[in-house]
């Protein structure tokens, strides 16, 4: 295991423990905020306007996972109906991301799909797109068979993600292919165990160009998600080099992290889509983009003594 493995596996186990947890949830609000566009849809939307204005597209998302009742289900499913339509009226560019298990799929699969079903047909309504996050690989398949159903009823403004760490990722990448669904491309957030997932970097890099070139070479509209320009420049010289329009992919990094490089990007006339998170639900995802660089932690250091 390389030193960047070893962090990250480190930073997560630490995340998870209760009394981090706990302190982190009462100091750490003003040092999560660098990676949070605010807690309120108002907030955000004028976030997405001040991107929008510099070439940048977006995809919200409205905080929460994990939750422990159906009804908090219930609650984002019309938090996400209301940020649909908060988006259409506010006219800026942006689709939105949600989490599966933020709609219930570890409780109730089916509660989850109606629920999800709810928000995918809210957005068909505003010709909107919604990202269906990947989360950890119990709910792989789940996650894969909801896209799949909602395709097959016709609602095709839905798609994935698919984390290029996962052993099992060529298959479905073939399988998601030939239902041509929109899919975002990334290395893989979660900790998982060397039976279901690559352990070292440079396999899951292999894994992660090779799903893209299927993309790629498909013609199958994708996204790119990753800060890594070993991963970005090569995409950029494979679309180069086998006329591959600009127009046939996108780039997506999160909110907070190399935005002036999101910026330049967009002037050399790609498409890049920020991934901007609000709300108030903000330990889990902050604790994984501490964990996925040692930088990022030393930011937030950093800003402790500002
Ligand atoms: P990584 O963190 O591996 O860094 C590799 C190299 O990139 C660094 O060594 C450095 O050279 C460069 N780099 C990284 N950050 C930089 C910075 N801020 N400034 C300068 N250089 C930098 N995961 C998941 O499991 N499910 C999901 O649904 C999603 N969704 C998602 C959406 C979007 C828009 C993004 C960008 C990412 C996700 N992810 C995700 C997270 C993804 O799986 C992965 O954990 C992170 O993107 C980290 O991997 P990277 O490839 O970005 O670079």
Known sequence: MDRTELYRKVLLSIAG?????????????????????????????????????????????HLGEGIKALSEASGYKEEYIRLIDGIAERGVNSNVS?????????????????NIRAVVSQAAK?????????EDSPFTQATIDIVLRLHAEGLTNVGT???AYLFRTEDDVKKLIETKVNLRLVKGAYKEP??????????????????IRMHLDQGVYTAIASHDDRVINWVKEYASQNGISKDAFEFQMLYGLRM????????????????????TMWYPYYT???????????????????
């Open 194 to 211: 060397g039976s279901v997932a690559y352990q070292q970097m440079s396999e899951v890099i292999e894994n992660y160009k090779k799903i």
């Open 126 to 134: 505003h010709n909107n797109f919604v990202r269906i996050d990947m």
């Open 17 to 61: 423990n209760k009394l981090v947890e706990k302190l982190s949830l009462k100091y750490g609000k003003k040092l999560a905020g660098k990676f949070i566009a605010g807690d309120t849809l108002a907030e955000a939307l004028a976030e997405i306007e001040k991107l929008n204005g510099k070439g940048i597209m977006v995809t919200l998302d």
């Open 161 to 163: 993600v698919i984390q």
């Open 288 to 306: 994984r983009r501490l964990a996925e660089k040692p930088a990022n932690l030393w930011m937030v250091v950093k800003n402790m003594f500002k």
């Open 260 to 279: 002036n490089d999101q910026e330049l990007l967009a002037k050399e006339g790609y498409r890049i889509r920020c991934y901007m998170p609000y709300g």
């Open 98 to 114: 949600l989490k599966p298990t933020q709609m219930g799929l570890a409780l109730d699969p089916e509660a989850c799909y109606n």
